[in-house]
């Protein structure tokens, strides 16, 4: 279709490149202004395998092949564990599914997972096309080219979808105070990665206190997660969409102990906050970045159309559709690969390894950028170009582990086929009434958080006829 900036990585070295411990500092503080430009920039410079000494007995690996990646995140998983960068994630949202190891997460993992089995997750359309043509009807009422924020819209609806469909209650009326605090908490988050943080509940003091000298103090999202708590406690019946089947809510809030006893509040809100962030960012982000990337390539946007308005002959998409619609499948699929939701996974090595030849010591930061793998040259033609026709079947295969915005192994993303279903929905439903256009500010550069955001999306809505 064409490209982008074009992002070049050096053919696998014969020997560990990387910077010195003498540039360690300057490379690591360049990392802590913009991350996603730190990586971007090692790998320019030293290729896809990289080691960087980050003191006597620690270093830091940046791994950005298909074959590493599996090694790492399913083959010899059980040596690499959440890595440290993680404990201010961990301090503002809990020790939830995101963020918990071990015994602890293997029980929020097998008390989840039943609700996201990939069957049980078409059960979920329903309620994914009735918020989508809500946030249409809104539309219809503005004037013909209006400009709105796609981002922002995006994100409102897809915490609108979570609210009803995980949740069973309606959370527009914290749109605002939720977003502001998961953009908040994000920011703090990465920077704080790079904060010397003391160890134990001390850390988790301490990032807080920190995200409030910046001025992000995380109290932001607690406030609505507390009230839905304490909400269907009080009112165990009163789930807003009124749907027979339990949700995670309800799961939670019934969940024991092996000894009987309940779970806590804080303990629930730490599962709550953990999908109200990834649930509701990696659609939202996908979705946004799809939309500019289809103004900007229009052949491929005029493709999106004319496979819906053939398939769906102006009904509105259901999840039976899917399967129906390759095109808007591959575009969403191009568009993680482009900007995948979840830009880089850090693990750290609990004893010495070797991964796909290359020494790993116990102790050291490996970083798998789905970003960097995404855009490889050897295994991706054009790496930086928009291409959905490298989804659809038929296509030249890549391996398993060269396309990860989900992650892999035991801890791949929950809620993948869920965020799958709900941005064809989405992209399938807007494109049957909406053309999106970019503005001459184009497509934003993105924000690399703990999420890869586009930040502010101003495009033109303009009624198809």
Same mark, same amino acid.
């Given at each position: 279709?064409?490209?982008?900036?074009?992002?070049?990585?050096?053919?696998?070295?014969?020997?560990?490149?990387?910077?010195?411990?003498?540039?360690?500092?300057?490379?690591?503080?360049?990392?802590?202004?913009?991350?996603?430009?730190?990586?971007?920039?090692l790998?320019?410079?030293?290729?896809?395998?990289?080691?960087?000494?980050?003191?006597?007995?620690?270093?830091?690996?940046?791994?950005s092949?298909?074959?590493?990646?599996?090694?790492?995140l399913?083959?010899?998983?059980?040596?690499?564990v959440?890595?440290?960068?993680?404990?201010?994630?961990?301090?503002?949202?809990?020790?939830g599914?995101?963020?918990?190891?071990?015994?602890?997460?293997?029980r929020?993992?097998?008390?989840?997972?039943?609700?996201?089995?990939?069957?049980d997750?078409?059960?979920?359309?329903?309620?994914?096309?009735?918020?989508?043509?809500?946030?249409?009807?809104?539309w219809?009422?503005?004037?013909?080219?209006?400009?709105?924020?796609?981002?922002?819209?995006?994100?409102?609806? *897809?915490? +609108? =979808?979570i609210?009803?469909? /995980?949740? @069973?209650?309606?959370?527009?009326?914290? &749109?605002? $105070?939720?977003?502001? #605090?998961m953009?908040?908490?994000?920011?703090?988050?990465?920077?704080?990665?790079?904060?010397?943080?003391?160890?134990g509940?001390?850390?988790?003091?301490?990032?807080?206190?920190w995200?409030?000298?910046?001025?992000?103090?995380?109290?932001?999202?607690?406030?609505?997660?507390?009230?839905?708590?304490?909400?269907?406690?009080?009112?165990?019946?009163?789930?807003?969409?009124?749907?027979?089947?339990?949700?995670?809510?309800?799961?939670?809030?019934?969940?024991?102990?092996?000894?009987?006893?309940?779970?806590?509040?804080?303990?629930? *809100?730490? +599962? =709550?906050?953990?999908?109200? /962030?990834? @649930?509701?960012?990696?659609?939202?982000? &996908?979705? $946004?970045?799809?939309? #500019?990337?289809?103004?900007?390539?229009?052949?491929?946007?005029?493709?999106?159309?004319?496979?819906?308005?053939?398939?769906?002959?102006?009904?509105?998409?259901?999840?039976?559709?899917?399967?129906?619609?390759?095109?808007?499948?591959?575009?969403?699929?191009?568009?993680?690969?482009?900007?995948?939701?979840?830009?880089?996974?850090?693990r750290?090595?609990?004893?010495?390894?070797r991964?796909?030849?290359?020494?790993?010591?116990?102790?050291?930061?490996?970083?798998?950028?789905?970003?960097?793998?995404?855009?490889?040259?050897?295994?991706?033609?054009?790496?930086?170009?928009?291409?959905?026709?490298r989804?659809?079947?038929?296509?030249?295969?890549?391996p398993?582990?060269?396309?990860?915005?989900?992650?892999?192994?035991?801890?791949?993303?929950?809620?993948?086929?869920?965020a799958?279903?709900?941005?064809?929905?989405?992209?399938?439903?807007?494109?049957?009434?909406y053309?999106?256009?970019?503005?001459?500010?184009?497509?934003?550069?993105?924000?690399?958080?703990?999420?890869?955001?586009?930040?502010?999306?101003?495009?033109?809505?303009?009624?198809?006829?």
């Open positions: 279709m064409g490209s982008m900036t074009s992002l070049s990585v050096q053919a696998s070295p014969a020997r560990v490149a990387g910077p010195s411990g003498r540039q360690a500092p300057r490379v690591l503080a360049s990392m802590f202004r913009s991350p996603l430009d730190g990586y971007i920039g790998a320019a410079r030293y290729g896809d395998t990289i080691r960087m000494p980050t003191g006597p007995r620690s270093s830091f690996f940046l791994l092949r298909p074959e590493q990646a599996e090694h790492v399913a083959s010899n998983q059980d040596n690499y959440k890595a440290f960068t993680y404990r201010p994630l961990r301090a503002l949202i809990g020790d599914l995101l963020t918990s190891e071990g015994e602890t997460w293997r929020q993992r097998r008390l989840m997972q039943p609700l996201f089995a990939r069957r997750v078409q059960l979920f359309g329903p309620t994914i096309a009735d918020c989508t043509q809500r946030m249409l009807a809104a219809d009422r503005l004037p013909d080219a209006s400009q709105v924020d796609v981002s922002a819209r995006m994100g409102a609806l *897809a915490l +609108e =979808v609210g009803h469909a /995980l949740f @069973g209650t309606d959370l527009t009326g914290e &749109t605002n $105070s939720v977003s502001a #605090a953009a908040a908490g994000q920011k703090v988050a990465t920077l704080a990665a790079f904060l010397p943080l003391p160890s509940p001390r850390s988790d003091r301490a990032v807080r206190a995200a409030r000298r910046v001025g992000h103090a995380p109290e932001g999202i607690d406030g609505p997660v507390a009230r839905l708590i304490a909400g269907r406690r009080a009112a165990p019946d009163s789930a807003a969409d009124g749907a027979s089947r339990r949700n995670l809510l309800d799961v939670l809030l019934t969940a024991r102990r092996d000894d009987g006893s309940l779970l806590l509040d804080e303990e629930i *809100a730490a +599962e =709550v906050t953990t999908f109200m /962030l990834a @649930g509701h960012e990696t659609s939202a982000n &996908t979705l $946004s970045w799809a939309f #500019a990337l289809l103004s900007a390539f229009p052949q491929a946007r005029q493709r999106l159309e004319a496979e819906v308005d053939s398939v769906l002959q102006g009904a509105a998409p259901a999840a039976a559709d899917v399967g129906r619609l390759p095109w808007v499948t591959a575009v969403v699929s191009e568009a993680m690969r482009l900007y995948p939701p979840a830009w880089t996974i850090e750290d090595a609990v004893e010495d390894d991964v796909a030849g290359v020494a790993v010591p116990a102790g050291s930061l490996v970083a798998v950028p789905p970003y960097l793998v995404h855009r490889h040259p050897e295994f991706w033609p054009d790496p930086a170009g928009f291409d959905p026709e989804f659809l079947p038929g296509a030249p295969e890549h398993r582990y060269a396309f990860i915005p989900f992650g892999g192994g035991r801890r791949a993303c929950i809620g993948q086929s869920f799958e279903l709900e941005t064809v929905l989405v992209l399938a439903a807007v494109t049957q009434r053309r999106l256009q970019l503005t001459p500010a184009g497509i934003p550069k993105p924000t690399a958080n703990v999420t890869l955001r586009p930040g502010r999306l101003p495009m033109r809505l303009t009624r198809r006829t």
